[in-house]
């Protein structure tokens, strides 16, 4: 059996978070506070043995026993319905990827979903060091142009700029949920927002970096690194830990990691598939 659990009750999953990665992995922490966007399933809604937890616009995780039956033999079906049904509807995904914080899950996901070619990765954690990111500080060299303006994130941005609206609210409830407990920056010209970063989940006083660019003309200029920077200064003043996660396999965003001052922590393998 596989069924919805209601927010009110995600505080049921928290026993199934038993590895240290589980237990500080920012994303899945976030959806189950109730900060972040998210939708949970599980085998039974009293004393859950099983879990998968939709970060949305974001990743899947599955937790407790790996070996559940009642669950295992719908699972397969039931990506191809319900999860497919929800990822569309709430950010228009069309791909299915689950982070594998228990090796087990590995084997049952490939049992179960029905002779689709899928494809494995890896998810890489990153932590700041605050040496280098001050070291990278003394070294900047970027300078906006004179038509381009650094503002915060506000409410009135967010109402201002539907691209930003958008893409903040597939991780949030709402533009409000975020200008309350996250932070963010934007680099805008001629009113309208070409880049910006933000806390895309928050758990406690851990907040996780996002950078978009909307304008595909203003990337590759050190928009990423400007807003990046000024991004962590604001979080490591109001005493926040920063905390960076990206697909090993995406060169372009490793890079601005390291180039603001991240180091690599760890690593959870990741398997994807189209619905």
């Known amino acids: 059996m596989i069924v919805r659990l209601p927010k009110e009750y995600y505080y049921k999953v928290n026993k199934l978070l038993v590895s240290p990665h589980a237990k500080n992995e920012n994303v899945l922490n976030a959806v189950l506070s109730g900060m972040n966007e998210g939708v949970v399933y ?58 594998i914080i228990n090796d087990t899950w590995k084997e049952t996901l490939e049992k179960v979903v029905d002779g689709r070619r899928f494809y494995l990765d890896y998810s890489v954690y990153y932590e700041l060091d605050r040496d280098r990111f001050d070291k990278g500080l003394e070294q900047a060299r970027h300078i906006l142009d004179e038509d381009l303006a650094m503002v915060k994130i506000t409410q009135e941005l967010i109402d201002a700029d539907e691209d930003l609206r958008e893409e903040l609210t597939e991780y949030w409830s709402s533009g409000e949920s975020f200008t309350q407990f996250g932070v963010g920056h934007a680099i805008v010209q001629n009113e309208k927002v070409v880049s910006a970063c933000y806390s895309c989940c928050v758990h406690g006083n851990r907040h996780e970096i996002y950078i978009a660019t909307f304008d595909k003309d203003a990337r590759n200029h050190g928009l990423a690194t400007i807003l990046g920077q000024q991004y962590i200064k604001e979080c490591l003043k109001r005493g926040f830990d920063v905390f960076w996660s990206t697909d090993e396999s995406n060169e372009p965003s490793k890079r601005v990691a390291e180039k603001l001052g991240f180091e690599l922590s760890h690593r959870l393998m990741s398997i994807e598939f189209e619905f």
């Open 42 to 99: 599980v085998d039974q809604i009293e004393e859950p043995r099983t879990a998968i937890v939709y970060a949305v616009g974001l990743r899947y995780y599955l937790l407790g026993d790996p070996k559940n039956e009642s669950f295992n033999s719908q699972l397969g079906a039931f990506i191809s319905t319900q999860l497919k049904q929800d990822s569309l509807e709430l950010c228009g995904g069309t791909w299915f990827i689950a982070t």
